[in-house]
C-alpha cells in the first residue's frame, strides 16, 4: 500500500469515526436536552447509610439522561477482524434488546448477528466481524426498546503470520 494510500484510508478512518462519535453525541445530548423537570430527581442516600448502600444507584444528576441508560459491553475488545464477537449488557430499565448496530451508516462492522437472550436484566447476542474493516475504533449500539447504549470496539488486525 503506498503512503498516499495508507494517509487516505486513514484519513477516511478518522472521519468515519468523528462522524459516529458526533451522531451518538448529538443523540444523547438531544435525550438529554428532550427531558424535562417532568421527572422528579431519585432521592440521594444519606450519609450515615449502611454499608450495603454504598453500592447503591448513584444520584439522578448523575445518572445518564432517561432514553441512554442501557449499557453493552462487547468481548474480546480489542477484536481482529472476522472474529467472533459477544454483545452483553443491562437494558437500564428498557423492556428488552430488540436491535445491535455496530459501524454506522454504509459502513456496518457486524455480520451474522443473533440475539440469544433479549432479557432486559441480562441481554447478550453474539456476532462475527467483517473482513474488511483494519486497525481502528467503532460504536457498537443497542436498543432496548426505550432505552439505548454505546460502547466503543477496538479493532486490531494481527501482524502477519499469527
Request: hydrophobic share 45%.
Amino acid at each position: 500500500m503506498s503512503a498516499k494510500s495508507s494517509i487516505l484510508r486513514h484519513g477516511r478512518l478518522v472521519a468515519g469515526t468523528a462522524l459516529a462519535a458526533a451522531v451518538i453525541a448529538g443523540g444523547t445530548i438531544g435525550v438529554a436536552a428532550a427531558a424535562t423537570s417532568d421527572h422528579p430527581a431519585a432521592p440521594v442516600a444519606a450519609a450515615a447509610a449502611p454499608a450495603a448502600a454504598a453500592v447503591a444507584q448513584p444520584p439522578a444528576a448523575e445518572q445518564p439522561p432517561e432514553g441512554a441508560r442501557a449499557t453493552v459491553k462487547v468481548d474480546p475488545n480489542p477484536a481482529a477482524p472476522g472474529g467472533d464477537v459477544t454483545i452483553t449488557g443491562n437494558c437500564g430499565g428498557g423492556k428488552g434488546l430488540k436491535k445491535v448496530i455496530g459501524g454506522y451508516p454504509g459502513h456496518q462492522i457486524l455480520k451474522d448477528l443473533k440475539i440469544v437472550d433479549a432479557n432486559p436484566d441480562a441481554f447478550k447476542a453474539t456476532a462475527k466481524l467483517t473482513t474488511k474493516i483494519g486497525n481502528g475504533v467503532g460504536p457498537v449500539m443497542v436498543d432496548c426498546d426505550g432505552e439505548a447504549g454505546v460502547t466503543l470496539l477496538v479493532t486490531h488486525t494481527p501482524p502477519a503470520g499469527e
